[in-house]
């Protein structure tokens, strides 16, 4: 475990993130971690990936933009119109050139976050869901039943939360990213096909 380069992370992000935030990163990654044991995925991995992912939340959303343009990031309109979204794509840019992140998997982990993507890999589902039922979040409805099903059936559980979400962001008129839909509607399909192998079984 390269415990001094977590250390060293967690001191920067406590100046970098608000201490709501930081609390939430530091729920994350234990969570990412507890997760990973129970699914035989990289701990180490799963406990980089969760401390960084929000490490761009903290930045103002007119430097979100404008840092984004400049390092030739990609904006859809519903990002323009939500720049908060872009705190995912940016802040795997920045554990990469400022957190000196070199592994793939966490990199992508860190850039789908907030919207998933379809097959998504298992450290992908794991800090998107650890990033969900935290011991620090408590605003999302169903968490009890979420933070079970995590450590039973992780992909009903994923799909669990992607519909949560939708059906929030419905309530709340709020415009959906195009990644945010192709994943529910990938995961949806997914689950059904699940559903259909799991009954010819029996
Ligand atoms: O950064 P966190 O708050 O820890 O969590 P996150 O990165 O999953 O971001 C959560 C927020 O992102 C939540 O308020 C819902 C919002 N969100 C996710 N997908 C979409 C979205 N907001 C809009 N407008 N459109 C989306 O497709
Ligand atoms: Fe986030
Ligand atoms: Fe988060």
Do not use: W
């Not at 390269?2 to 993130?17: A, M, P």
């Not at 400022?98 to 850039?111: C, M, S």
């Not at 789908?112 to 979040?137: N, Q, S, W």
């Amino acid at each position: 475990m390269d415990k001094e380069y977590l250390e060293h992370v967690k001191k920067q992000l406590e100046k970098k993130l608000n201490s709501h935030r930081y609390v939430h990163t530091l729920g994350v990654m234990y969570t990412a971690a507890s997760l990973a044991m129970r699914y035989d995925c990289d701990v180490e991995a799963a406990m980089k990936a969760g401390l960084l992912h929000d490490c761009a939340k903290c930045i103002p959303n007119k430097e979100k933009i404008s840092l984004c343009e400049k390092q030739g990031i990609s904006i859809s309109d519903v990002e323009l119109a939500n720049p908060g979204l872009l705190h995912a794509k940016l802040g795997a840019y920045l554990a990469e050139s400022e957190y000196g992140i070199q592994d793939k998997e966490i990199l992508h982990a860190i850039e789908v976050h907030t919207t998933g993507c379809p097959e998504m890999t298992l450290l992908d589902k794991i800090i998107y869901i650890a990033d969900f039922m935290e011991p620090y979040r408590d605003e999302a409805p169903n968490l009890s039943d979420v933070r079970a099903l995590a450590f039973v059936d992780l992909d009903a559980c994923l799909f669990r939360i992607l519909k949560d979400t939708m059906k929030y962001l419905q309530s709340k008129k709020a415009p959906v990213d195009s990644m945010t839909e192709t994943t529910y509607d990938y995961y949806k399909q997914y689950m059904k096909t699940r559903k259909g192998e799991q009954l010819c079984k029996d």
